[in-house]
């Protein structure tokens, strides 16, 4: 029994570690579920879109119970200029992966014209950094004496400089389309390229907001991610949200994992977002799924309670700006 518990667990950590490398090489950018409430972690141009400022925490656990499985940790910020027009965003995400960690912060500047009564187009530029470590001393090897391990610690950082466009309606739909870093092969390096080799990847994103009633809401939306030598990651989701409070939906990434998610509007200035991910690719057995938290603050919308009262959040005309907003958009 104990040789085949051996064998299982050497097996369940090659499975993470290649799984862990093509996730890397596949996805260079933070993998989320609830990707429709953090568009401003992948899109500079979202800062000056949303209708006051917000700041976002998120934290992600991925394929729990496996030893050195990823967790993300996400800090950020978009804030509007009060002349509807211009947005700073501010972006801090931690990604852990086994023995390497990778910081990620840069801030964001977007720009916006008004297209029609009720459309507008974002323009979005970003600029910051990225820093890697690799601690070799975090695991177990067959050779401790590889020169590779012999180091202790790998480090580097790199420059990030991105864009982002982003076209909605003021309460209905909205499309997105982003390069978080146009900087490729800045980190390259002989000894672990087949880690971090940096390829350039393109984020494309859309959602439609459906009313089927009286404060009853349906949103499905998209998310492609594209990084170039590797196959297009789909994601698809569908939202329903009620009473302008509780929203309840699924989430499908193709030949990855199967999503259910649930969020609540505690009060106009409050959100709070969980989903739970069980994998349908081989490591679905290995592992006890993927958890994802997130909170939002909306600065400047009323106290706890609110949330109750009817939505006031939809603007059919640009007469209303400037009026408090007193249930947040659904996207």
């Known amino acids: 029994m104990r040789e085949s518990k051996g064998i299982s667990a050497h097996k369940t950590l090659l499975v993470v570690f290649l799984l862990g490398l093509g996730l890397i090489h596949a996805q260079k950018e933070p993998q989320y579920t609830q990707y429709m409430y953090n568009i401003g972690s992948f899109n500079s141009a979202y800062s000056?879109?949303?209708?006051?400022?917000?700041?976002?925490?998120?934290?992600?656990?991925?394929?729990?119970?496996?030893p050195g499985a990823p967790t993300t940790i996400r800090a950020g910020a978009n804030i509007p200029f009060q002349n509807e027009k211009m947005g700073l965003g501010l972006n801090i995400v931690s990604d852990e992966l086994g023995p390497s960690t990778q910081t990620y912060?840069?801030?964001?500047?977007?720009?916006?014209?008004?297209?029609?009564?009720?459309?507008?187009?974002?323009?979005?530029?970003?600029?910051?950094?990225?820093?890697?470590?690799?601690?070799y001393s975090k695991g177990n090897f067959d050779d401790p004496e590889d020169p590779l391990l012999l180091g202790g610690s790998y480090t580097n950082f790199?420059?990030?400089?991105?864009?982002?466009?982003?076209?909605?309606?003021?309460s209905d739909w909205y499309l997105g389309l982003s390069v978080p870093n146009f900087l490729t092969n800045a980190l390259y390096n002989d000894e672990v390229a087949t880690i971090v080799e940096d390829d350039m990847q393109f984020n494309a994103i859309g959602g439609y907001?459906?009313?089927?009633?009286?404060?009853?809401?349906?949103?499905?939306?998209?998310?492609?991610?594209?990084?170039?030598?590797?196959?297009?990651?789909?994601?698809?989701?569908?939202?329903?949200?009620?009473?302008?409070?509780?929203?309840?939906?699924?989430?499908?990434?193709f030949d990855n994992a199967v999503s259910g998610l649930a969020g609540?509007?505690?009060?106009?200035?409050?959100?709070?977002?969980?989903?739970?991910?069980?994998?349908?690719?081989?490591?679905?057995?290995?592992?006890?799924?993927?958890?994802?938290?997130?909170?939002?603050?909306?600065?400047?919308?009323?106290?706890?309670?609110?949330?109750?009262?009817?939505?006031k959040s939809k603007n059919k005309n640009t007469k209303n700006k400037g009026k408090q907003i007193d249930s947040p958009r659904f996207f």
């Open 209 to 253: 907001v459906f009313e089927l009633g009286d404060r009853t809401k349906f949103k499905p939306a998209f998310l492609l991610n594209y990084l170039q030598g590797a196959p297009v990651t789909v994601n698809l989701s569908a939202n329903f949200q009620f009473i302008d409070a509780l929203t309840i939906g699924a989430s499908y990434r």
């Open 105 to 135: 912060f840069d801030v964001s500047y977007s720009y916006q014209i008004q297209l029609s009564d009720d459309s507008k187009l974002a323009f979005g530029l970003n600029a910051g950094g990225s820093s890697l470590n690799i601690d």
């Open 264 to 311: 609540f509007q505690i009060s106009n200035a409050m959100f709070i977002g969980y989903s739970y991910d069980y994998n349908t690719n081989g490591l679905g057995e290995y592992s006890g799924g993927s958890h994802e938290a997130i909170l939002k603050f909306y600065i400047g919308r009323g106290g706890f309670g609110s949330g109750s009262g009817k939505s």
């Open 158 to 170: 790199y420059p990030t400089v991105g864009a982002g466009l982003f076209l909605y309606h003021e």
């Open 48 to 66: 000056t879109t949303v209708e006051s400022p917000e700041i976002i925490g998120l934290y992600r656990a991925q394929w729990v119970d496996i």
